[in-house]
Nanobody, 117 residues
């Protein structure tokens, strides 16, 4: 059973930084494309960042380019999202997901990130 557990969310002021982590158990993360999604209140879920399986190739939604960085530590089976220069509109529940062809997508439970002064 693949399980994903996010941590590191919280309250941060505009312009601040926060890092969230996703620890994966039950499988090896380098087999998966790892993604961070977010869902703001009343809005659709949005794909924020991805890091592709067996590589360090990354992809970001336009609104976070240059501010967010996704990375993966295969030894710790953990994926991170470093968020800098945070804005009010980054407030959301952030979810980690693991996907690969032939498997269902696995999701974490989410962690709240609130950007507010």
């Amino acid at each position: 059973q693949v399980q994903l557990v996010e941590s590191g969310g919280g309250l941060v002021q505009p312009g601040g930084s926060l890092s969230v982590a996703c620890v994966v158990s039950g499988s090896t993360i380098r087999w998966y494309t790892m993604s961070w999604y977010r869902r703001a209140s009343g809005q659709e879920r949005e794909l924020v960042a991805q890091i592709f399986s067996y590589s360090t190739i990354t992809k970001y939604v336009e609104s976070v380019k240059g501010r967010f960085t996704i990375s993966r530590d295969d030894a710790k089976n953990t994926v991170y999202l470093q968020m800098n220069s945070l804005r009010h509109e980054d407030t959301a529940v952030y979810y980690c997901a693991a996907s690969r062809p032939g498997d269902p997508t696995y999701w974490g439970q989410g962690t709240q990130v609130t950007v507010s002064s």
